[in-house]
């Protein structure tokens, strides 16, 4: 089975590298027209490719060292829900956007009282004529105090059974009546803060499908972010694979310690195997069907492969490894660097704020998008159909 991608005369391929030539420098409003953020939605805001497609597109851009505009929540996992259940004025309003990162998103699902057990949410949307009021308190919401929407699950029927009193909303983050306190995570950055509403007025338009059916899409929003989350990369789709590790040491000569080379390999041959499982998830993806329990299985390796990566690129740094060198702004400024990678002479491997940073954050990885354990639930019962605990 040849699982290489296609090659130089492939139309996707050639098509992109003819509007390269025709943007060379694109801003993100340019991609967002062509469809290149993200190819694999419909048209007019995709381009309707299938996964040989995507996956060639992905390709050419890793060339061209174009980068999509960044907007994790909105494109990742708030479009395609939109997609799936938002009315035309909803998409036509949010999705281009969103796609050009003009307008972030959050999402307002976790709250202090419900995470794993995110059907036990207690914040209220009460019907007041033609509008909600929602009260409630919610946590760890990355991005709430840049996003100028968010994705929010309230109550709507508190007496119905705990899945089917739900609501689905689009909720603007300037709203009278939302409150953002940040939250410092042991990196040192601020992504998480904690958003309270106290009677938020949201009209009929935010409201995102049928009311009460908010669980059936909390679904979809959470299937999309085990795919997004298990993108490659090994922080979640961000900052360095394995293979750019083993590439690093590579050019750096190689390592003498033979229990680091095992390591290294166990952590390539990982990603190998993340990478393939990748190209069925994408396929999946385009092919139009709802991303099932295989995301799960990819995430629930994806995690754990991003702390060993991790892990092991700070042990092969050595005592430099110790260094701590900052925050989020020291990552961004070492991931504009080129790094200089040395091993025995005892020279860092690469900047040490980059994998500082990484090696900090990759706790994160077993806990955000569905716990290690709660993945692990999934799969015993969706998967291997084993009885439910
Ligand atoms: C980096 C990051 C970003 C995040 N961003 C957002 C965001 O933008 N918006 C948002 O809404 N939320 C966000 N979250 C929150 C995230 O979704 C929750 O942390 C997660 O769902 C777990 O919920 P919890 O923290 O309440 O832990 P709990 O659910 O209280 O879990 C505590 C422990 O109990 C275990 N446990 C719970 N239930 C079970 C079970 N049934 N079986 C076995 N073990 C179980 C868990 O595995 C865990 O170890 C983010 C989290 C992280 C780490």
């Not at 996707?12 to 967002?32: G, I, S, Y």
């Not at 119905?160 to 409150?179: E, L, Q, R």
């Not at 360095?240 to 040491?249: E, G, I, K, N, S």
């Not at 995690?303 to 990566?309: A, N, R």
Request: glycine share 10%; hydrophobic share 40%; aromatic share 6%.
């Amino acid at each position: 089975m040849d699982l290489g991608l296609p090659g130089e005369r492939y139309p996707a391929r050639r098509a992109f590298r003819q509007w390269l030539v025709e943007h060379p420098d694109p801003t993100p409003h340019q991609l967002a027209d062509a469809g290149y953020v993200a190819p694999h939605w419909p048209r007019p805001w995709g381009l309707g490719a299938d996964p040989v497609d995507q996956l060639v597109i992905d390709d050419e851009m890793r060339r061209a060292g174009v980068r999509r505009p960044s907007n994790q929540i909105g494109i990742g996992w708030a479009g395609p829900t939109l997609i799936h259940a938002g009315t035309e004025a909803q998409k036509e309003r949010y999705l281009r956007p969103l796609l050009a990162a003009e307008e972030i998103w959050c999402q307002l699902f976790s709250e202090p009282g419900a995470g794993s057990d995110l059907a036990g949410l207690s914040t209220r949307a009460e019907r007041d004529g033609e509008e909600w009021v929602v009260s409630g308190q919610k946590v760890w919401t990355s991005f709430a105090h840049v996003a100028s929407f968010g994705i929010l699950l309230a109550r709507t029927d508190p007496d119905a059974p705990k899945h089917k009193g739900i609501s689905y909303f689009v909720c603007p983050m300037d709203a009278p009546g939302i409150t953002i306190r940040p939250i410092v995570d042991m990196t040192g950055d601020h992504v998480f803060n904690e958003v309270f509403l106290d009677e938020v007025r949201l009209g009929p338009d935010l409201l995102v499908g049928e009311v009460n059916n908010g669980w059936s899409l909390a679904k979809v929003t959470l299937g999309n972010e085990r795919v997004s989350l298990s993108a490659e990369g090994a922080l979640w789709g961000q900052g360095p694979t394995a293979q750019d590790l083993v590439a690093l040491v590579r050019r750096a000569g190689g390592i003498s310690d033979r229990l680091l080379r095992q390591r290294l390999v166990a952590v390539w041959v990982e990603g190998e195997i993340l990478r393939l499982m990748r190209l069925r998830t994408v396929s999946a993806a385009v092919l139009g069907r709802e991303p099932g329990p295989e995301a799960s299985v990819r995430k629930a390796l994806a995690d754990d492969h991003g702390q060993s990566v991790m892990e092991v690129a700070k042990d092969l740094s050595g005592a430099h490894g110790l260094i701590d060198t900052g925050p989020f702004e020291s990552l961004v400024a070492a991931r504009a660097s080129t790094p200089s990678p040395t091993v025995d002479d005892g020279t860092p491997l690469w900047p040490s704020a980059l994998w500082s940073y990484g090696y900090l954050f990759a706790r994160a990885l077993t806990i955000g998008g569905g716990t290690a354990e709660v993945q692990r639930d999934i799969i015993a019962e969706r998967v291997l159909a084993l009885p439910s605990s």
